[in-house]
């Protein structure tokens, strides 16, 4: 596709056009545990396909990098409530209020049909205005999602009680392996 669009391959293995290394960094907390890790896995995918990219882990990446949208690609997450009421300050435009919308993502449709949300009482409705903006951000691919956190959830008559804390904490909240669930586990 690459060549197609007018790339040339350069003799480090990497595509370039017009002046311009087809290369980006991946911006990332530091100290994120876990094997193989996410930025490893996209550097051996784009390597063979003539892309370069460079890890930039830093411990400030979710306080400064990532709300001043400074990153090229972001290993970061959004852990949504069941009924969707979260896209609003992640995807709405920052001039309408989208306070968390770290990558710039901005479509007027989507805006107003977010807005639209907050006054709709009715739960279907609702969830097909949410619909709706789930299908254009699709099509406008502004996001791509790299994996599926865990949740799982079971229960037994025979213990109790037992809650459950929704998909932002789960019932494996503090399941995760290395160093972080010690520092987090109470």
């Known amino acids: 596709m690459l060549e197609d669009a007018g790339w040339k391959l ?12 087809a290369s980006f960094t991946i ?15 996209m550097q051996a995918s784009c390597r063979p396909a003539g892309i370069a990219n460079r ?8 306080d400064q ?6 990153f ?5 997450a959004w852990v949504r409530l069941a009924d969707q009421v ?24 989507v805006d107003d049909l ?9 739960y279907q409705k609702r969830l097909a205005l949410f619909n709706q903006v789930e299908d254009l951000m699709a099509k406008d691919m502004h996001s791509i999602p790299l994996f599926q956190l865990i949740d799982f ?27 972080s669930s010690r520092e987090t586990a109470h």
């Open 86 to 109: 979260s896209l609003i300050q992640n995807y709405i435009s920052k001039n309408r209020g989208g306070v968390a919308n770290y990558n710039n993502y901005s479509n007027p449709q």
């Open 27 to 41: 911006g990332h907390k530091a100290g994120r545990t876990g094997a193989p890790r996410p930025w490893q896995l």
């Open 65 to 70: 990098q990532l709300p001043a949208s400074d």
């Open 153 to 179: 959830s079971a229960s037994d008559r025979a213990y109790a009680p037992v809650s459950y804390l929704l998909p932002s904490g789960g019932v494996l909240w503090n399941a995760s392996p290395g160093p």
């Open 114 to 122: 977010l807005t639209k949300t907050n006054t709709e009482l009715d």
């Open 10 to 21: 350069g003799a480090d293995g990497v595509y370039r056009q017009g002046g311009q290394r």
């Open 72 to 76: 090229d690609a972001a290993l970061f």
């Open 55 to 62: 890890r930039r882990g830093q411990e400030s990446f979710n």
